[in-house]
């Protein structure tokens, strides 16, 4: 006010006295709009209708952090009540676990929410081969996935084992295809005397193993030493295709010539 009178201070005094002073007093101060006894506890309830009104429009009682309605900072007060777990009334407590979805532990509800979406993508496509790009719902699904992978060692044996149990799951997805693609190379060339399959070639199971060639060839320097070493036990195996199928054509003609005497065979 103008004159500098401690308003505040004065009605805290009220409220804190509210046992001794006079029921007409009371009654004054009861009749003034918005009044309350307890202020902190009126705050309390306003903000819990607040997560209240969330959880029934999203089905949860987990805003994030930086959720805000009204201007009110409902993802910080939620932050400050898991917080604050010790200190918060029985009655508070269990008026917050009878909300859907409330977590005293955000982050695990979080990878939890998150593993049921890689198993619902797996359930409908049968298998975890997710591009790093995937969102489903909004939800970054194949960073999430990727980050699994990238912090094996720091996960909990539990969620390693419930990664592991979902269908084509592989901690390195990009070593496990380029060993079934050296299997089915080296079934090949068992089967034909030769590693060369057509670039066009897939195996009966789709797996585009003349691309796959093309590619160790391509990137030869990207190789490592003992992948090279394996490419080359293989039987007939050419990092130059092109070149060797010439010097193969060109002795298959130098044969002809020596038996004809003639480099010239009927096309």
Same mark, same amino acid.
């Given at each position: 006010s103008k004159d500098r009178f401690a308003l505040g201070q004065w009605v805290g005094t009220q409220r804190k006295n =509210?046992?001794?002073i006079s029921p007409e007093r009371k009654r004054l101060l009861e009749l003034l709009k918005g009044w309350s006894w307890d202020l902190l506890a009126e705050q309390w309830t306003e903000a819990f209708e607040r997560l209240k009104a969330y959880t029934k429009k999203n089905d949860h009682a987990r805003p994030p952090q930086r959720f805000s309605t009204d201007g009110f900072a409902l993802g910080q007060w939620v932050s400050r009540l898991r917080a604050s777990k010790d200190s918060i009334t029985p009655e508070r407590?269990?008026?917050?676990? =009878?909300l859907k979805g409330w977590s005293w532990d955000q982050l695990s509800?979080?990878?939890n929410d998150a593993f049921e979406r890689v198993k619902a993508y797996v359930k409908k496509n049968g298998h975890t081969k997710i591009s790093s790009k995937k969102l489903t719902d909004g939800f970054p699904l194949g960073t999430w996935i990727l980050n699994q992978r990238r912090n094996k060692d720091t $996960?909990?044996?539990e969620r390693r @084992?419930? $990664? @592991?149990?979902?269908k084509g799951w592989s901690w390195d997805p990009f070593t496990d295809r380029w060993n079934k693609g050296?299997?089915?190379l080296k079934a090949y060339s068992k089967k034909t005397g030769d590693a060369r399959p057509p670039s066009d070639f897939k195996t009966p199971d789709g797996f585009p193993l003349g691309q796959w060639i093309n590619n160790q060839r391509h990137n030869k320097e990207k190789l490592t030493q003992h992948r090279i070493t394996l490419l080359e036990s293989l039987n007939d195996w050419s990092w130059k295709l092109f =070149?060797? =199928?010439w010097k193969e054509a060109f002795e298959r003609l130098k044969a002809f010539t020596k038996q004809t005497g003639s480099a010239r065979p009927i096309t």
């Open positions: =509210k046992d001794t407590i269990e008026l917050l676990e =009878k509800d979080e990878w $996960l909990t044996p @084992q419930l $990664l @592991q149990g979902l050296y299997e089915l =070149k060797d =199928k």
